[in-house]
């Protein structure tokens, strides 16, 4: 049988990237003895979409897609449908949490529910028949994810993806996260899979490290990005993982940790098994915000230590901010801002919230009367709610100081003369912008790096 995957990655901001969950999933078929295709889709072009089906004649056809990228979904499962009798079935974090709507609002046969490692092998999905959803039990969790083979990157652009990347290759260790924080999907994921086993799981710190030689003896690997949602959670995994991995791979690797988790011991651990960065989330720099409507816990003066006892060590930072959160005033983004600037993180980045359906978030949103009809397919072009308390065009102009901010930090490391023509050049492009020469700097470097 052969499976042919569409991954829609488009407009969304990021480096090229992978999907960790296909790449999972074409392991575990090509160990079963199944042909797997996949078409990357970067660009929509409705010809290439049905030519690559075409070409590669497949018995089923797998959609992957966050909620920010369903349009796609919608719109290609019609045209494959107006050109071919192939089965349809769609998985991912979207699908899990709203079948029903995926069911009835396009060509999609089947929905994915929770796991799809074992259900696409025997096809255990939620299906449509006479007009009505028949809802399979989706299968237990895969608790020890050792079981599983190493993922198969093979079918997509790993030679351009780590040349943009300048030789940085992501990989995922864990899944899932224990957390509670009200704008991202794995509290909601973990309500919807309640019962079907552990929600947060990882390998071992063997077979990690097993995992990130395979990936060397493969690809041109000159660094490691672990893409997991929470990289230090697990403390005695990551004190064990810090001893190891320099005796077997010891190139230099970034991870994701939360603020909570960024104590002095952990992060002397991460240096010393040559962690060159680390990224944790901001979200906002107003304290409410981030308790009452994001439930983020900790405190502006845990957040300081955090950036500070790695700043001490050597260890890079990148910040991730959100603007345009609900309830949110020009004032409170403006303490976003001026965090950033207190905690001076190497790397900053800056998006705007988007509301995942089923989060409780989203629910806020919608109680509110904060959703508006616009679609964005990224965290970066512009926000899809209508806030009360500031405008879109306010939203941008504060984003826009942000990268303001940004961009004089970098320009400050440049030689005199380099320095002073980048700022005349600034300020010529914020002139002829109209005062969004950052949205011009933006498209030029996603264009310059292929997106």
């Keep these: 049988m052969k499976y042919h995957f569409i991954y829609p990655d488009i407009g969304t901001g ?29 660009k929509e072009n409705a010809r290439e979409i049905i030519s690559a089906i075409d070409r590669e004649s497949p018995d089923i056809i ?7 990228q369903m349009g796609y979904v919608e719109r290609w499962s019609q045209w494959i449908k107006e050109m071919f009798d192939i089965p349809i079935v769609c998985g991912g974090v979207h699908a899990t949490l709203n079948p029903e709507d995926i069911l009835n609002n396009t060509c999609v046969d089947m929905v994915c529910v929770g796991d799809g490692d074992r259900a696409i092998v025997d096809h255990n999905f939620w299906f449509k028949r006479n007009g009505h959803i028949v809802k399979t039990v989706p299968y ?11 993922p198969d990157y093979s079918l997509f652009d790993i030679g351009g993806i780590l040349k943009a990347r300048n030789g940085r290759f992501a990989i995922i260790a864990s899944r899932g996260c224990p957390h509670n924080c009200h704008y991202c999907s794995n509290s909601a994921l973990r309500e919807k899979l309640n019962g079907l086993g552990k929600y947060f799981r990882f390998r ?55 603020v909570e988790s960024a104590t002095k011991e952990l992060l002397e651990a991460l240096k010393s098994a040559n962690c060159d960065m680390i990224e944790m989330g901001i979200e906002s720099g107003n304290p409410w915000m981030r308790r009452e409507v994001l439930n983020r816990k900790m405190s502006n ?16 930072t990148r910040a991730y901010n959100m603007v345009g959160l609900p309830y949110e005033t020009l004032a409170m983004a403006r303490e976003t801002l001026e965090l950033n600037k207190k905690v001076k993180p190497d790397e900053v980045a800056v998006f705007y919230f988007y509301p ?55 320009l400050a490391t440049y030689g005199q003369p380099l320095r002073w023509l980048a700022r005349v050049v600034v300020r010529l492009l914020r002139w002829l912008s109209f005062g969004n020469e950052v949205g011009v700097i933006e498209m030029a470097y996603m264009k310059l790096r292929g997106r």
């Design 14 to 42: 990021y480096f090229p990237s992978v999907h960790h969950g296909i790449a999972q999933l074409v392991a575990v078929l090509k160990t079963y003895g199944q042909e797997v295709s996949l078409h990357h889709v970067k």
């Design 62 to 68: 797998g959609f992957t897609t966050m909620s920010n």
């Design 140 to 150: 237990p969790l895969v608790e020890n994810l050792d079981e599983l083979p190493f």
């Design 204 to 258: 071992s710190v063997d077979n990690t490290i097993a995992m990130l030689n395979h990936y060397i003896g493969k690809y041109p690997v000159r660094s490691f990005t672990f893409a997991d949602d929470i990289f230090g959670l697990n403390k005695k995994w990551v004190l064990e993982f810090c001893e190891k991995y320099p005796k077997s791979v010891d190139l230099p690797f970034d991870c994701n940790l939360r």
């Design 301 to 316: 003066h845990q957040i300081v230590d955090a950036f500070e006892n790695a700043h001490r060590l050597g260890i890079k």
């Design 356 to 410: 995942y359906k089923g989060t409780k978030l989203y629910d806020v949103c919608e109680k509110e009367g904060f959703l508006s009809d616009r679609q964005s397919t990224g965290y970066v072009s512009g926000s899809v709610l209508e806030l009360p308390s500031f405008n879109r065009k306010e939203l941008r102009r504060i984003r826009n100081e942000f990268y303001r901010y940004i961009i004089s930090r970098q």
